[in-house]
């Protein structure tokens, strides 16, 4: 398997913009996470979906940030507009038990905000 | 919620070294994880183990459920071990948590 897949890797936008960040999840996982991980802050959840429904999304920081899961092949973050508090790297993880089981990470989305 | 303490925050060691790093929770948990984060950022799965020992190569793990910490050990390390070892603990119905990280630094 491909593992979890993120785009873009790096992202360099301007305060105000909006930013789009994506996922594919490994194939067959119904559970998929959004982290982000800051120096000050470490890894935060953001949001999790099981079946494409999301599940908890408390740790969402405001109303900037949405997230969808449209099929299970593809879930997206959006930041509208985007502050340069936002810079983070951004990780989408899957799983296949839920919170029990083994989560699997893609390589991050590094997201600066000028 | 459950809280992760990891240690010892950094490490620093000769290549060839043998080492141990420990994770104490405060809770009963039915996750626990073992991640490390490479010097290039990516987050990979060293060891899914919530309880009992395990074993991939020069490193394992074992988990003292009832005691509440768990441990990893890293034998004859290479410079290639270095980044960031993080503890992640679920309990029941719980997000995971994740510890602050142990540092590691080998030198050749």
């Known amino acids: 398997d491909a593992g979890v897949i993120q785009s873009p890797r790096h992202e360099v936008t301007e305060m105000g913009q909006e930013v789009t960040l994506r996922c594919k999840p490994i194939?067959?996982?119904?559970?998929l996470f959004w982290y982000r991980q800051t120096m000050m802050r470490g890894l935060e959840l953001l949001i999790y979906?099981?079946?494409?429904?999301?599940?908890?999304d408390s740790g969402m920081p405001e109303d900037r940030f949405s997230a969808k899961m449209p099929n299970a092949s593809f879930s997206t973050l959006k930041i509208q507009p985007s502050e340069p508090r936002d810079s983070a790297v951004y990780f989408c993880a899957s799983s296949s038990f839920g919170l029990i089981g083994e989560l699997f990470f893609g390589e991050g989305s590094r997201l600066t905000v000028l | 919620g459950i809280q992760v303490e990891q240690s010892p925050p950094d490490l620093i060691l000769q290549e060839g070294a043998n080492s141990t790093l420990r994770c104490n929770f405060s809770?009963?948990?039915?996750?626990l994880q073992w991640f490390h984060q490479n010097p290039w950022g990516q987050l990979i799965n060293l060891f899914y183990?919530?309880?009992g020992t395990k074993q991939n190569g020069r490193l394992s793990a074992t988990t003292v459920a009832t005691e509440r910490y768990s441990l990893l050990y890293i034998s004859s390390s290479q410079t290639t071990d270095s980044g960031v070892y993080f503890c992640?603990?679920?309990?029941?119905?719980?997000?995971?948590?994740f510890g602050e990280g142990t540092q590691l630094t080998v030198n050749p």
């Open positions: 809770d009963s948990v039915n996750n």
């Open positions: 979906f099981n079946n494409n429904v999301p599940i908890d």
């Open positions: 194939s067959g996982h119904d559970y």
């Open positions: 183990i919530p309880s």
């Open positions: 992640a603990v679920g309990g029941s119905g719980s997000r995971l948590t």
